[in-house]
């Protein structure tokens, strides 16, 4: 049941829209617009696409909501049978749908296939409609008792059907329910006739046909149609004012209409009497809903022919019309009122576009299977949940694992560059040269005093520290630090003739120490030689030079010991060594007196640098402090 909210009632039979919107409450209907609108000759009434538009446009001129609607057909537009259940049978509601189909597929003859068929029960409402919050919640079981069960079903021909759900689109309608006009008219009267112990005949009339339909306790047990037109409403404008006259040839044409009326009221009610399963009985009231003017003539006249006594049924309180709706137009409206009454009350009634839903034979197995998939689905999911739970907990290690080789590369990567460092720096302190000792062999084969004078005597030492690369996959631990040294000499003096300087020249030459490379221009009495020497003491035999220093290399389960310091880059700029300039020996002057004899007297050992015992030991090498002092130069002066 739809409560508090708007729901419009729109019917179309052929000539007029009618439509009325109300606000549906839990106690009260609240009508608060209406409409009624004459079809254009312009529109075609078969095209569904041009008769939406017309409709859309119409009730948005009306303010008539179309958000939730209920489509009202003629009683001509469907079939209506009676199917009459054998006595004692009890069958769910499934099974009563199943029958009622079936009864319907072998008394139709017409095609079923996409028609819409339902049903009411004309006692023990036991069906539930799906998916329809407005009809009451019945029982699942529906037992027979002695007598027949009466049942009227209705189907909906497939191509009316498909041409209302085309109309609908057009007109941009949401359809709550497709259903009867009838309906409406037996809702009407529902109130009237619970208060007769008999049935009660009602009669609506409509723009192009009038409806009769037979209502016990409430509820619709049959319904018929016949094409009897209004006069008042078909006439011409220009007939409509004698038609509303009181002249006697307007009323022999009413006289005549009601007339047919009651005629065709009989033939309803003796239809109804010959249904099966319901018997033959009385009209305990006939209710008639026209104009004004044919009320009472229709009422007279049709009592008079069924033997019975009429009455107009009166509005129910709980509906509430708005001011200014005209007589003629609510007697139009008033099976439209009736199906929102059928909201209220939500008594059973049928409904075309949520029909009741017929059993499914295969249910059972489609049941079995999807319980069989949720357990397959639970079975694989829960595995892949956990799967997936432990896949976690490996990327978690992973991600650990990763960060941890990072740290650890970074580490190695620091020990490598302050072991090449240090190791460096203890290839260039490993090249100790004696210079004493060279001083002393330079000193023993220089001239006698007499013959030549040193002026200067500089010395230096050029170390050369190379790193070799092992194989190219091992790296920096993989190669070798290797070391070389040169001693350098610069001797330069003043000699008596030329002679003696070249005998000093040839005697370092052939000491095998001493390379020998003259220096400036040859000039008599001088001479500037250059001497380089790879020994680092010109007693060692033969010259020994340091070891290359060897990487440490690292062993494959546990961390190398540290021999030789951080590791550093082989390629690192060189350290140059300040120059060492020893003292020059002195060679004793000799008068001009003095004759070659007398230098013997003085011997090399009398110069400050021919004693080795008197010279200071080795300066120790500059350390390193805490390892951040750049590499030294591979190449460089010491």
């Not at 018929?224 to 409403?233: F, M």
């Not at 001479?527 to 007693?539: M, N, R, V």
């Not at 590791?567 to 004793?588: D, F, M, N, Q």
């Amino acid at each position: 049941m739809a409560v508090g909210k708007d729901i419009s009632v729109l019917e179309f039979d052929g000539l007029y829209l009618l439509a009325v919107s109300a606000i549906v409450s839990s106690d009260q209907i609240t009508v608060r617009r209406w409409l009624v609108a004459e079809l254009p000759p312009s529109i075609d009434v078969n095209n569904a696409s041009k008769l939406g538009q017309w409709i859309s446009a119409e009730c948005a001129r009306g303010q008539i909501p179309t958000s939730r609607v209920i489509f009202s057909i003629a009683r001509a537009d469907v079939v209506l049978k009676q199917v009459a259940l054998p006595a004692g049978a009890t069958l769910t509601s499934g099974e009563l749908s199943n029958l009622v189909r079936l009864q319907m597929v072998r008394q139709l003859a017409m095609q079923v296939e996409g028609a819409s068929i339902d049903f009411i029960p004309s006692r023990a409402p036991d069906t539930k409609r799906r998916g329809d919050a407005t009809l009451a919640t019945v029982a699942t079981v529906a037992t027979v008792a002695t007598a027949p069960l009466p049942i009227l079903a209705a189907a909906l021909p497939s191509d009316r059907f498909i041409f209302i759900k085309e109309l609908a689109a057009a007109a941009s309608m949401k359809l709550h329910r497709i259903t009867l006009r009838c309906c409406g008219a037996a809702a009407m009267v529902a109130e009237l006739s619970q208060r007769k112990a008999g049935a009660v005949l009602g009669i609506t009339l409509g723009s192009r046909a009038i409806e009769f339909i037979v209502v016990s306790d409430g509820q619709l047990l049959f319904a018929r149609s016949a094409d009897l037109a209004v006069p008042q409403l078909t006439a011409e404008p220009a007939q409509k004012g004698e038609a509303e006259g009181h002249g006697e040839h307007s009323n022999e044409v009413l006289e005549a209409f009601a007339d047919r009326v009651a005629v065709e009221a009989k033939r309803t009610w003796m239809a109804f009497g010959a249904s099966p399963g319901l018997g033959l009985l009385a009209p305990e009231l006939i209710a008639v809903t026209a104009p004004e003017n044919l009320t009472r003539l229709i009422g007279e006249r049709t009592a008079l022919a069924l033997c019975s006594h009429w009455e107009q049924p009166a509005l129910p309180a709980y509906i509430k019309l708005p001011e200014g709706l005209p007589r003629r137009e609510f007697d139009l409206l008033a099976p439209l009122l009736g199906l929102l009454v059928e909201q209220l009350l939500t008594r059973p009634s049928l409904d075309f576009a949520n029909p009741r839903k017929l059993p499914d034979p295969a249910a059972k197995r489609r049941r079995t299977a999807l319980v069989a998939a949720l357990a397959l689905i639970v079975t694989i999911g829960g595995g892949y949940v956990l799967a997936d739970r432990a896949l976690g907990g490996l990327r978690g290690d992973l991600t650990a694992a990763q960060a941890n080789e990072a740290k650890l590369r970074k580490d190695f990567d620091t020990f490598q560059l302050t072991h090449a460092k240090v190791s460096h720096f203890e290839s260039w302190a490993a090249a100790k040269v004696d210079w004493l000792g060279h001083m002393q062999k330079l000193t023993e084969s220089l001239p006698v005093p007499t013959a030549g004078v040193v002026d200067e005597v500089s010395a230096r030492g050029v170390t050369s520290i190379r790193y070799s690369f092992g194989t190219p996959s091992s790296g920096y631990i993989g190669g070798l630090w290797n070391t070389s040294t040169q001693v350098i000499f610069d001797l330069g003096g003043k000699v008596r003739s030329r002679q003696i300087a070249s005998d000093l020249r040839e005697r370092l030459m052939n000491g095998g120490i001493y390379g020998v490379e003259s220096q400036g221009p040859d000039v008599p009495d001088k001479f500037a030689f250059g001497l380089s020497s790879a020994q680092l003491s010109p007693f060692a035999e033969p010259c020994v030079t340091p070891a290359p220093i060897a990487v440490v290399k690292k062993h494959a389960s546990k961390p190398a010991k540290k021999t030789q310091g951080p590791a550093t880059s082989a390629k690192a700029p060189p350290v140059t060594t300040p120059k060492t300039t020893p003292p020059a020996p002195t060679l004793p002057s000799s008068s001009p007196s003095s004759s070659p004899s007398s230098s013997p007297s003085s011997s090399p050992s009398s110069s400050p640098s021919s004693s080795p015992s008197s010279s200071p030991p080795p300066a120790t090498p500059p350390a390193i402090a805490d390892g951040t002092v750049p590499l030294p130069k591979v190449e460089g002066e010491k």
